[in-house]
């Protein structure tokens, strides 16, 4: 191939043309196109970063994308979606590429990048990673996420946990019930079915987790709080995407009209998986083990739909992941010099 390498707009009708091209129905949603907008326009408005969309070409015919953003300070790249709140990331190609075809795209959009790069969060079986030489790699580790298979039905499936997990969601459930708690699981799929006054609720709940266990060095007073919270509220762009695509999930458990725990997530174009970035319980509820009857209900849910194929909880190997039949994989972090 004849290929050239160029530096687009994310709005250019050419760009967003090939993109959804590219796209397929299994395609992370974290590399839509409709998704990576919010993230550029976030990028663009509130971080040290200029926002990019690499491309390359043959015979003007745009066969590889990478949204990638550069440090305007510290002189390096990395790929866009590459912020707290996406899942994985990667380069696109046009479908009909062959693998030495997408080797060949992959080194000339690393030539064409030059500098040092941080690749991270990027998704395994890359052809982009196949295509950087060792010599070019200063720094590399991996990074855990688990998902959840669906199998052939739920009663098969919670069996194949262990006796304790089976004994610990009985207990949970028992602990409900006995003290007069009647949790009920409630889905919002897409933007129209989830009412302001139910997403609300959500967020907060999300805020209250969020800041109690993660965020307190940020927090001091009550004007850091109104200022955090109208952040993720208002202005972060997974809090816009999860609200407004039509891929959007949400699922919460309330007690009457109380939400004990909440996920929002999104689903691939295909409608077959779904993953995860927000989970968050009322850490008052904590007792009851919340956040092990959501996900637990959520997978009756999937298995009842019969539509479903996988549920990505996303980074991270937190107990409760494996104890609910997660498994395991991973992404790829990286530092690289310039090709």
Not at 113 to 140: C, F, H, T, W, Y
Not at 238 to 243: E, G, V
Not at 316 to 339: P, W
Request: hydrophobic share 35%.
């Amino acid at each position: 191939m004849n290929l050239s390498f160029s530096f687009r707009n994310i709005n250019d009708p050419q760009v967003r043309e090939a993109w959804l091209g590219m796209e397929s129905a299994d395609t992370t949603p974290y590399l839509r196109y409709n998704y990576l907008k919010y993230v550029w326009s976030y990028t663009r408005r509130f971080a040290p970063y200029e926002a990019k969309v690499a491309c390359v070409s043959s015979q003007q015919r745009i066969v590889m994308i990478v949204p990638v953003k550069y440090s305007l300070f510290r002189r390096y790249w990395k790929f866009l979606g590459d912020l707290q709140g996406c899942n994985r990331t990667d380069a696109l190609f046009l479908p009909e590429l062959s693998d030495d075809e997408k080797l060949e795209a992959s080194r000339c959009f690393l030539s064409g990048m030059k500098a040092k790069g941080r690749l991270n969060r990027l998704q395994d079986g890359s052809v982009l990673r196949k295509a950087i030489p060792d010599a070019s790699i200063l720094k590399e580790s991996r990074r855990t996420y688990v998902h959840i298979p669906i199998q052939d039905n739920y009663e098969s499936y919670f069996s194949s946990l262990s006796s304790s997990v089976r004994q610990n969601v009985r207990t949970a459930y028992n602990r409900m019930r006995r003290d007069g708690h009647e949790f009920v699981l409630r889905v919002f799929e897409g933007p129209d079915a989830l009412s302001e006054e139910a997403w609300k609720a959500m967020m907060d709940v999300y805020c209250e987790r969020l800041f109690g266990r993660y965020k307190k060095k940020k927090i001091h007073g009550v004007l850091s709080r109104m200022y955090w919270k109208n952040y993720y509220h208002n202005i972060k762009f997974d809090t816009k995407a999860l609200r407004q695509l039509p891929e959007c999930f949400h699922a919460a458990l309330y007690d009457g009209d109380r939400i004990v725990a909440m996920m929002s997530g999104l689903k691939t174009g295909s409608g077959k998986e779904l993953t995860v970035p927000r989970l968050a319980i009322d850490i008052d509820y904590r007792f009851y083990s919340p956040g092990y009857i959501l996900v637990n209900e959520v997978l009756k849910f999937m298995y009842a739909e019969g539509r479903f194929t996988m549920l990505d909880l996303g980074r991270g190997d937190e107990r409760y992941k494996s104890d609910m039949g997660g498994v395991a994989y991973t992404t790829t972090d990286m530092v690289i010099k310039g090709i």
